[in-house]
């Protein structure tokens, strides 16, 4: 029941000796996802022991080449591996013109299907789903076409209270009815109201992932209430006319959109280059937003599922 | 008086935690070269110090993936950087699919001129040349067209040793005249012998770049006694027939190019993923040509100069 981030780049547009550029890792209950595919994403990628095999599909936000140009290495590398899996890529329209540059400049040993589907659209669209979470892609505000992403989980199944089974001596049928979040009749009139007889086994879980883009009008909605947000923080707050000027955050446009939307926890990344100290950019955020990390190229963060008591 | 190769990158196909695709810069007098742009390369510029903006030109072995997916990043810095010299890349002719794919998705604030120069043929061709030293491309042995490159410092001019000078009372025009490397031929019918009264100030230095490719005839007289010469040896000798199958060469075949072509020194590289014991590289190599060193990511090699006396 896993459900991780683990950030492989925390650099803007200029990596430096050890920030690389933008690539991250979702494992969600062991399924493995990448967003981004900055270069260097395929070396990041082993430092960190994730297999290059097990990733099911990338969501690519933009088609910066600070986002997308390891997608070159990281493919020829899956295809000298054997990958023989399909892989799904969600990226914006033109993403078919690199997908199609790869194919005929590099993919002679590729033996494994590329699907391209195109992302688009300004509100949240359902792109992915499966028994136990779904993905939405929704539009960010940067100087290009750039899309966010949540992964959520689905409400579980309910579980009842067994100590109300044993009283009650519910009956299977009653059970079925009750985990599938009805009221149960008995034929004496008695009514089994299902929120006394049971409870969500764990409160679902949630990640957005914001980069890159200006804060814009309706922001914290899209993320509202998720456990874990990424917001890039490209910039401090001195400079916010340029943070304005490229269509970035600044650390308290990123505090803000995370505490209007009552997320969680809030992860920054995306550091310009001018910054080596990156404790005077969480110091900035904190004032703000106090439950806020600093991203960083190898680290973990788990989004630790909330168990209920039966 | 500078000529240093610097490593970038020493793996093959498939990159390691500690080694990156193949990238090599050479310094010769100052001026920069580099030699292929695996993806990874503009990171390991800058923990090398080596200045993105200095790089003259950039010459492409061939076009697989190791060996040129750093090229977007790289491009796309130096133009953040805001070069505005123009660079020139020798590559060979499918180079210019990758050059429209850049301009056409990535080049937006690309302010310098970047040439394509197409590399082609088997033989030797001058494709460089600068007062004090020429550049030359030749053709590798490898699964798709794949050149060698050889930097050689021109002949330097003679020097005239001083205490000539003051015996024989040379004159502004005698001096001239021996310096061109040229006998002179006095009133009296003298002849002052031009071997005799001058020496060149230091022997011209050479190095030659051998990835990737396997052994063919007429290997070694290309790359006949220079100074340093880089070879790549993906195998060690238990594994020649998947050398072979791949177009690579074997330690030894490396290191019996070196040894047939008189070198001084030998570099290899372009490791294959699977040693993680690079010792035992260096050991098969040295077994046939001892003045062997293995490159590896941040090592600086010098060519020394070596300096006659007055």
Redesign the interface.
Known sequence: MNFTLTTLGSAS?????DR??SAHVINIRGRLFLIDCG??C??QL??AGISFLKIEAIFVTH?H??HI??I??LL??MA??GRSASLTIYAPF?FS??LK?FN???ADGVKFEIKHIVLSGKSKNLIYSTRNFEIYSFGLNHRIDTFGFLFKEKEPQRNIHKWLIERDKLTLREIALLKNGENVIRENGEVLENEYYTYLPFTPRSYAHCSDTAPFEGEADLVKGVSLLYHEATFMDDLASMAKATCHSTTYQAAKVARDANVGKLIVGHYSSRYSDLDKIIKEVREIFPNSELSKEGKVFEIPLNKKEQ
Chains 1, 2 share one sequence.
């Open positions: 547009a200029l990596p430096t000796c690389y550029p270069e260097g395929q070396i082993r430092r088609l080449g600070d140009f390891g070159y290495g020829s590398t000298l591996m033109m013109s690199i540059h005929e400049m590099f």
